[in-house]
């Protein structure tokens, strides 16, 4: 009598280390998408290294961006003080010249002279002066040089061009300076020759 082949002895699985998930398993049950299974790695060898870490990248970016950041409030700031020390002595110079051309020069004598210059020249003086202009309502002014610097802690204006009237032109050169409010310290009304 023969006897019926034996199936062949069964051999167990080794032992495999991967990702576990606690819980219930369901049969079917799925991955979440855009995530693929990694294959288990044999016995003995090690899993996947892990994530390189990237402090020393976002170190630097934050320096980088930092430096940024300082350069350009460091630009606004100096374009923003110089450009307002610029408007404002324009505005200094059309406020006084306006004075001028409409024969108002108490007003501009009080309020835009400094205590220097109202020592060497008098109210009359200035007044004498301006009306042998014979400026009018039809003069206007156009500047050819304004420059802002600061020298001893004192702020400085000069602002240069020409009082143009119907017929002739007047040269004029003004002078403001001052630490919290300008002042006019120089000026020169004459015709251009």
Avoid at 67 to 80: A, M, P, R, S
């Amino acid at each position: 009598m023969s006897n019926p082949p034996l199936p062949p002895p069964q051999q167990p699985r080794p032992y495999q280390p991967g990702p576990q998930r606690p819980g219930p398993q369901r049969p079917g049950a799925q991955q979440p998408k855009g995530r693929r299974a990694l294959p288990p790695s044999p016995f003995g060898l090690p899993g996947l290294p892990p994530a390189k870490s990237r402090k020393g990248l976002w170190i630097v970016v934050g320096i980088v961006a930092g430096v940024l950041l300082l350069v350009i409030v460091g630009v606004l700031l100096l374009v923003n003080l110089v450009g307002g020390s610029t408007r404002q002595a324009g505005d200094l110079a059309d406020d006084f010249t306006r004075l001028v051309i409409a024969g108002d020069t108490d007003k501009a004598y009080n309020d835009y002279m400094d205590p220097s210059l109202k020592e060497q020249l008098s109210r009359e003086d200035f007044a004498s002066g301006v009306k042998s202009l014979q400026l009018d309502p039809s003069c206007t002014t156009a500047y050819d040089d304004l420059k802002v610097s600061t020298q001893n802690d004192n702020n400085i204006a000069d602002v240069a061009g020409l009082i143009k009237c119907q017929g002739k032109d007047i040269e004029m050169v003004y002078r403001f300076a001052g630490k919290d409010e300008l002042k006019l310290v120089t000026i020169k009304l004459r015709p251009k020759v």
